[in-house]
């Protein structure tokens, strides 16, 4: 069996962290081996799901374009909203959705802007469309810290 990326980075994690940081005899040295063990550990969770996550926004993002569109009366708004709901990923590297996900977002902030300046008759349902976006969005890419939990559900 060939060990994946992430469950060798999730290897050098748990060797820093149960091996190594505790025999050092600088309080210094243990804490910058913590730090890296964190970092190593954020990397093999980016690792096991960059792309997925960038995948499953887009759409997202783009379900929200394609229910806005019929909403929008700012016409250069309604262009944008419309072709970015028709838009497709046309790789699946890292690079290639970041830069989808990137211009979505602005896109979809610019959205969120007008729905909160312009009163549209179903303009509150669109809102929290795009508010639960981003906290479900900030909630998939948090970082892992190891018992840490960090609730990013809204207050009511």
């Not at 959205?111 to 969005?137: H, N, R």
């Amino acid at each position: 069996m060939k060990p994946s990326m992430n469950e060798m980075l999730e290897s050098i994690c748990e060797t820093l962290l149960k091996d190594i940081a505790p025999s050092q005899q600088s309080d210094y040295q243990t804490k910058q081996l913590n730090t890296m063990a964190f970092l190593i550990l954020n990397a093999a969770k980016e690792y096991d799901q960059a792309a997925d996550i960038r995948f499953q926004e887009n759409a997202r993002m783009r379900k929200i374009f394609l229910e806005a569109s019929t909403l929008v009366e700012d016409q250069e708004l309604r262009g944008k909203v419309e072709a970015a709901a028709k838009s497709k990923d046309t790789s699946l590297s890292i690079k290639a959705l970041d830069a989808a996900n990137d211009e979505l977002n602005e896109l979809l902030i610019e959205l969120q802007t007008y729905v909160e300046e312009v009163e549209t008759p179903l303009g509150a349902d669109l809102l929290q469309s795009i508010w639960s976006y981003f906290v479900d969005s900030t909630a998939r890419r948090r970082e892992v810290c190891p018992g840490i939990v960090v609730d990013l559900k809204p207050s009511n």
